[in-house]
Nanobody, 119 residues
Framework: QVQLVESGGGLVQAGGSLRLSCAASGRTFSINYIAWFRQAPGKEREFVARIRWSGGSISYADSVKGRFTISRDNAKNTVYLQMNSLKPEDTAVYYC????????????WGQGTQVTVSS
């Protein structure tokens, strides 16, 4: 079992920044990737970014490239999402999720954190 807890959401003006955190606990040695997803009201959940738990592989959705940065601190079992130049269309509930080694889907999810960007 892996437990994920997000934090760092809030209300920010367009052009501002926020940093989200995703703290992992439990069988963290079994994690292959940690990803961030988001879901805006009335929309499907969408991929934002992901990072390999052991390092060396990062990917982003086109909509956030150049503005968001995903990073990890394995000593703290935490993944971060630094979000700069925020836009109103970034408003959503942000979730982190864990993809385990040998598994093809994200089985473990956090509770989500709300990000609201005002214009």
């Amino acid at each position: 079992q892996v437990q994920l807890v997000e934090s760092g959401g809030g209300l920010v003006q367009a052009g501002g920044s926020l940093r989200l955190s995703c703290a992992a606990s439990g069988r963290t040695f079994s994690i292959n990737y940690i990803a961030w997803f988001r879901q805006a009201p009335g929309k499907e959940r969408e991929f934002v970014a992901r990072i390999r738990w052991s390092g060396g592989s990062i990917s982003y959705a086109d909509s956030v490239k150049g503005r968001f940065t995903i990073s990890r601190d394995n000593a703290k079992n935490t993944v971060y999402l630094q979000m700069n130049s925020l836009k109103p269309e970034d408003t959503a509930v942000y979730y982190c999720a864990a993809l385990l080694v040998g598994v093809s889907s994200y089985n473990y999810w956090g509770q989500g954190t709300q990000v609201t960007v005002s214009s």
